[in-house]
């Protein structure tokens, strides 16, 4: 056990990064100097400034806004361009009541919906409260809507409820009284910029997203083991901003039928990307006694969890994306905020629902002759569908440590969901390159090796040897982990080989040809909390007591 002890040692203090003492929080310098070199950079790239913009142009659905017209004789005007003349569905929400003109004929009339715009369920795939089939000439079409005071939404869809790709759209015009109104102008609102030179500049760092949901996680874990307060207050700040201008944000989405606006996935919530995960960092701060102000918001998205999101018959959480596919990455989107949520309501039925999630997607997505598990599995086809993915594989990694770092020592399901967790412990480390990180494709030694995945097996590991939920041998692959995770890390703090985000993919080249981003945040949270973990590890007793 000394040789294993020099091992893990001599791993982590291989670096030559100068090294800064925290001895206070009792953190290892190496380590603290990686990881607080990389989120550090990713405080100086985020921008909390609301910049006054153009609305986004949403191609779909067309919404003709009626609610302002002052005319009983109100009505609005669409163009549809069709590739081909044939029989496609019109989707349509209306306030009030409407009726539906196509090239002059009627072809329905409603009360309306009572609703301003379609569920939009899944990326790409809208619920709208009505339908009709309808005709349309190759070429222009004209639809006329006559409905005076109204919010009408509408497009034309596939049967798998995406918009149709044959069909496009002008926007709606109004005519009052015989007169169009002036074109308006493109709306202004107020968004969030990624920061000029940021090292990610996709999207910013503060707006509500999932992945910035897991980096925030990360920042808090940093700030509890450095004792270095510019971690939690950035996370502060954020919860409290993202709380400040939700009234702002609301207003653009539902007033200004700007369905793309900052933050739009709070007001959209139609799945776990939208709800769990961005959620994360509020409930922690909330559980604390930090943030009273976010618990409206966490009750609202609890609600959301708990019956709103789709389930297959067993209770699986799922997606309409395809009808209905179980995605490894929502146990993480799901089982770590009601963990968090039960610590703030004590409402044990959480845990329950946390560990049946571990369960069940074990149950669907585990392949025993390989010991990992795909990327998803299509109840409707009943088959596994997409590849071994790294991320997915580490999302439940992280996901399952989370549940039984909370769930009670007593309870019914925690033996359960620790055999998983040693199971898939086990089937990881097989598949640890040479070089100490993992793969794209987990089972694919010429996929590239990559940093999230990388970083979510180290933290699960490493977290698993400190609590004793698995042999202290397991150290020395967390050990390695990190340090080619760190390598990764440049002198101004980016981390590099993250993959970019993945849908469910039906031929490997999908996953093989996968770009990745440097100091993306799907991977940034793993990152911080690997080094937070590996620490934890080297300072527990499991591998003291080997010295």
Not at 85 to 94: F, K, T, W
Not at 289 to 294: D, S, T, W
Not at 502 to 524: F, K, Q, V
């Amino acid at each position: 056990m000394k040789k294993l002890l020099t091992t893990i040692c001599c791993l982590i203090s291989a670096h030559t990064l100068p090294a800064q003492t925290h001895s206070a929080a009792g953190i290892d310098g190496n380590i603290v100097e990686v990881a607080s070199r990389t989120a550090l950079r990713v405080i100086a790239d985020a921008d909390f400034n609301l910049v006054k913009l153009p609305q986004r142009a949403l191609p779909f659905p067309v919404i003709a806004d009626m609610t302002h017209s002052t005319s009983k004789n109100a009505y609005a005007e669409i163009t549809f361009e069709a590739k081909s003349s044939g029989e496609y569905i019109l989707g349509i929400d209306a306030t009030g009541s409407v009726t539906i003109l196509l090239n002059n004929k009627k072809i329905c009339a409603s009360n309306g919906t009572g609703k301003p715009f379609p569920r939009e369920a899944a990326y790409d795939c809208y619920e709208f409260g009505a339908t009709c089939a309808v005709s349309l000439h190759g070429g222009r079409n004209t639809l006329t809507i006559k409905g005076p005071g109204s919010k009408v939404s509408l497009g034309i869809i596939t049967g798998e409820s995406a918009p149709s790709p044959y069909v496009s759209y002008s926007r709606a015009r109004i005519n009052e009284n015989g007169r169009w109104l002036t074109e308006p102008e493109a709306a202004m609102e107020y968004r969030l910029q990624p920061k000029p030179g940021a090292a990610f500049t996709k999207h910013p760092y503060t707006e509500w997203h999932y992945a910035n949901g897991a980096t925030m996680i990360g920042m808090l874990a940093m700030s509890d083991a450095t004792g270095e307060e510019v971690y939690a207050g950035f996370v502060d700040r954020f919860c409290r901003q993202t709380i400040a201008t939700m009234p702002l944000f609301a207003s653009q989405y539902y007033g200004q039928n700007s369905l793309r606006t900052q933050n739009y996935r709070y007001f959209r919530m139609t799945m776990l990307d939208d709800s769990g995960a961005p959620a994360l960092p509020f409930a922690e701060l909330c559980a604390r006694g930090l943030l009273p102000g976010a618990r409206g918001m966490l009750d609202t998205i609890a609600v959301y969890v708990m019956t709103g999101q789709p389930r297959l018959p067993d209770g699986t959480f799922c997606r309409p994306e395809p009808r209905w596919t179980v995605w490894a990455d929502d146990l993480f989107m799901s089982a770590p905020f009601l963990m968090r949520y039960a610590r703030i309501t004590g409402d044990h039925a959480l845990y329950d629902e946390a560990a049946r999630q571990v369960i069940l997607f074990d149950r669907h997505l585990y392949v025993a002759s390989t010991g990992l598990f795909m990327h998803g599995w299509n109840d409707t086809e009943k088959c596994h569908v997409g590849a071994f993915w790294g991320r997915a594989n580490g999302w439940i990694a992280w996901a399952v440590t989370e549940v039984l770092e909370g769930l009670p020592a007593d309870h019914k399901d925690r033996g359960a969901v620790l055999e998983i967790y040693r199971r898939q412990m086990a089937g990881a480390v097989k598949y640890q390159s040479p070089g100490g990180l993992w793969h794209q494709v987990l089972n694919d030694s010429t996929s590239y090796t990559e940093t999230s995945a990388s970083a979510a097996f180290v933290l699960a590991l490493a977290r698993g040897v400190r609590n004793g939920w698995i042999g202290p041998s397991y150290a020395a692959c967390a050990a390695s982990g990190w340090k080619a995770i760190a390598r990764r890390v440049d002198q101004n703090g980016v981390t590099t080989g993250i993959c970019q985000s993945m849908p469910i993919g039906y031929t490997m080249e999908h996953y093989l040809n996968r770009p990745t981003s440097a100091n993306d945040p799907r991977g940034m949270g793993a990152v911080l909390t690997a080094a937070v973990e590996v620490d934890r590890m080297l300072h527990s007793r499991a591998v003291q007591k080997q010295r």
